[in-house]
């Protein structure tokens, strides 16, 4: 277990923001993390948990506590049966499922971060969902001071939702569990109409896995949503903000106003969400409300190759990202009746 004091944060994070942490320790065991944990809330010391700090937003002021990077390794596959410690690399351990022969993740390639952060977001992109795989999820209960396996249901998963994100500071992921599909090295069925397009098939037809893989890879590239140091496009946490839910009415009033400001003939994206729910896509009301890539002439910018991204251009700080997140709220808010909520993580900060 490594520990430093007054150490800087912005450095762990794909945004590359936020002051220093009073105390930041690495540990690589899950016995580790848990002597971490357990000593925080027994001293009262504020905790803050960082897997691959893709979806952190930390305040330039840092953080006044215990910063625990959780760096374990494991992976376990035993027939369709994978097992990740949560420190391990997701696009690493896609990879290897892929490798295997195992469908269920393939789309999921590309995501940065570590695998104990999956079932905290139900991370999902191109059609998959972690929720779909997830049998069970290993972790150490801050109120009982015990090691806990939830099932998926315990695990009360939605849209970019879980009871872990419910309730941030009672759990701590040490595993996850997933059981994938051997469907003779070919992919899930395809869901999602771009990567459909991309791929030539149809909605529901299976691809080899590698080209799935590798066709997402591309997609989430040309997007700016796949890490390179050189591409300040890639300094974010991806997409920024996360596609409303509206009920029947809020979606009526939201139509009225579409053809408002748009014209009679405009028609916004719209996908079922069950029990009468209709989603609609925060990229398009971030364009439609005049913020289109590239917008911005700080420091902070929306990325040049995705509405949905708000990026460092390399001199932001957390206050210049938090300004221009404010403004596309604002103007997403007055003119389309829609108050966007933020996906990453905001630490001692908020929109």
């Not at 409300?289 to 990325?303: C, L, M, N, Q, V």
Request: glycine share 10%.
């Amino acid at each position: 277990m490594q520990e430093r004091h007054d150490a800087p944060l912005a450095p762990l994070t794909t945004f590359r923001l936020g002051g220093p942490a009073t105390r930041l320790v690495t540990a690589t065991t899950d016995a580790e993390v848990i002597e971490v944990v357990r000593e925080a809330d027994a001293t009262g010391t504020p905790l803050l948990v960082i897997g691959g700090g893709s979806n952190l937003v930390i305040g330039d002021k840092g953080f006044d506590g215990t910063a625990l990077v959780i760096a374990t390794k494991g992976f376990e596959l035993t027939g369709t049966h994978l097992e990740l410690a949560a420190g391990e690399v997701w696009t690493d351990a896609v990879a290897r499922t892929v490798r295997a022969g195992l469908a269920g993740i393939e789309c999921l390639a590309g995501i940065p971060g570590s695998a104990g952060a999956t079932p905290i977001q139900n991370v999902g992109a191109y059609g998959q969902e972690v929720s779909s795989t997830i049998t069970e999820v290993i972790a150490y209960d801050r109120h009982s001071g015990a090691t806990v396996t939830l099932t998926n249901d315990d695990c009360a998963f939605s849209y970019r939702h879980s009871r872990f994100k419910e309730d941030p500071a009672r759990y701590v992921v040490l595993r996850v569990r997933f059981d994938l599909e051997d469907a003779n090295g070919l992919s899930a069925p395809v869901k999602y109409a771009e990567t459909a397009r991309t791929l030539g098939v149809e909605p529901g037809d299976r691809v080899p896995l590698t080209q799935a893989r590798e066709t997402v890879l591309k997609l989430r590239a040309g997007k700016g949503m796949v890490l390179d140091p050189d591409d300040h496009d890639t300094w974010s946490a991806g997409s920024f903000f996360t596609n409303p839910i509206l009920t029947a009415a809020q979606f009526a009033e939201f139509h009225a106003r579409v053809k408002q400001h748009l014209g009679e003939d405009a028609v916004p994206p719209a996908y079922p969400a069950g029990d009468g729910h209709t989603k609609t896509s925060a990229a398009w009301l971030i364009d439609k409300a005049g913020f289109t890539k590239g917008y911005g002439t700080g420091p902070a910018r929306i990325s040049t190759k995705h509405t949905l991204a708000l990026t460092n251009r390399g001199a932001a700080t957390t206050e210049d990202l938090l300004a221009l997140a404010r403004e596309v709220v604002t103007g997403v808010r007055d003119t389309f009746g829609i108050t966007l909520v933020n996906e990453p993580v905001t630490v001692g900060v908020s929109l």
